[in-house]
């Protein structure tokens, strides 16, 4: 059968092209998987731009010199299988190519799910190695919900609970910037909770955005003060600060540190919505920039509490969140279905360029 993929360059995320290739037949312990249903959110911008530094290309190896496959999450059908235990029309949620088939090495098998055990991924995170069966009779809603807020959700879950046991680093003030992009308005609503259940202390939300998104940001209702890049300065330097940085702006990073000197008392860097992803390495005022990287914090906390209790804690979390999110007259998400990867390499594109609409949410069908 023709297996078509889509190839990102390494040196452009918005830069794309479709390949079809031949597949050989199915190996003795793989599953052969139909993608199905996958989210296309700024998150894959960040895979893509921290692609070498983190080893998101490493996932799916492309062959192709100077092109990866970006990762994405969401659903995908089992179409051929010669794994004991895992059936023809078993469904998945997880971490797939965009690519419309993929063939995977099934390990620790259970009616819950299994782990690739392909040689290649055996040394990478195994948040992204594990697959999990998805609930039968779920919507087409539920599920594109799913796709584009689970792993958002979790991350912002997981950096919230990271700054709440770091007594949120003696902050008065947390400032979020791409602040309408989904996992920091998710971090703002898991902040507001903790200040609601009395987890945190007197902490002022504060959104950095550009001036075109001001308005959906102050909409969300869930940041105290709304600012745009340009006004950076208006922050009070004297208030104890915590910086959670979604965009990955290197000159936006410096004019904050520059700006609060001493008062940043914790600099996270989360993502990259911004293509000027800068170095981390760079000397700044302030506490030094380090990497918030979700898939230790979810380590630790399988060690702490194990993952029934984990899990269950994020998913009761992420269903009040979406409830919220999806009602009223202006949701403050809004998805888009797409059908196909030309389709998926557009909105790519699109979010790599920074066009992207706060309030859509885009799932696509690829198979």
Not at 327 to 353: K, M, N, Q, Y
Request: net charge neutral; with cysteine; aromatic share 10%.
């Amino acid at each position: 059968m023709d297996v078509t993929t889509l190839l990102t360059s390494r040196r452009d995320p918005a830069e794309g092209r479709l390949d079809t290739a031949r597949s050989g037949p199915l190996e003795p312990g793989h599953l052969r998987v139909a993608v199905r249903r996958v989210a296309l959110t700024t998150n894959n911008v960040t895979y893509a731009l921290f692609g070498e530094r983190m080893g998101y290309w490493q996932f799916f190896p492309s062959g192709h010199a100077g092109f990866g496959v970006v990762p994405v999450w969401g659903f995908g059908d089992v179409i051929d299988s010669a794994v004991p235990g895992v059936a023809v029309g078993a469904r998945y949620f997880g971490y797939w190519p965009l690519a419309d088939t993929v063939d995977l090495q099934p390990a620790k098998v259970s009616a819950s799910g299994f782990v690739d055990g392909a040689a290649h991924r055996a040394q990478l995170p195994s948040t992204y190695n594990r697959y999990m069966t998805a609930p039968s009779g779920g919507s087409a809603d539920d599920e594109a919900a799913a796709c584009i807020m689970r792993p958002l959700f979790g991350t912002a879950y997981l950096l919230t609970d990271f700054l709440q046991e770091n007594d949120w680093f003696g902050a008065r003030q947390l400032v979020l910037s791409s602040a309408s992009s989904k996992t920091a308005y998710a971090t703002a609503w898991c902040v507001r909770e903790a200040l609601r259940r009395g987890d945190a202390p007197a902490l002022q939300r504060v959104a950095l955005t550009s001036r075109a998104n001001a308005a959906f940001v102050q909409g969300l209702d869930l940041y105290d003060t709304v600012l745009p890049y340009e006004e950076i300065a208006a922050l009070d330097g004297s208030t104890p600060t915590a910086f959670t940085d979604f965009s990955g702006s290197a000159e936006q990073r410096a004019r904050l540190h520059r700006h609060l000197g001493d008062s940043l008392r914790h600099s996270a860097v989360i993502g990259a919505t911004q293509f000027s992803a800068g170095a981390l390495e760079a000397p700044l005022p302030g506490a030094k920039p380090t990497f918030f990287f979700a898939p230790d914090r979810r380590r630790k906390r399988l060690e702490d509490w194990g993952a029934a209790v984990l899990a269950q804690r994020v998913e009761d979390a992420q269903g009040r969140f979406l409830q919220q999110m999806l009602s009223g007259p202006t949701p403050g998400l809004r998805i888009v279905r797409h059908r196909g990867l030309a389709a998926a390499r557009d909105v790519l594109t699109e979010l790599a360029r920074g066009r992207g609409d706060p309030a859509t949410g885009h799932v696509s069908d690829l198979a």
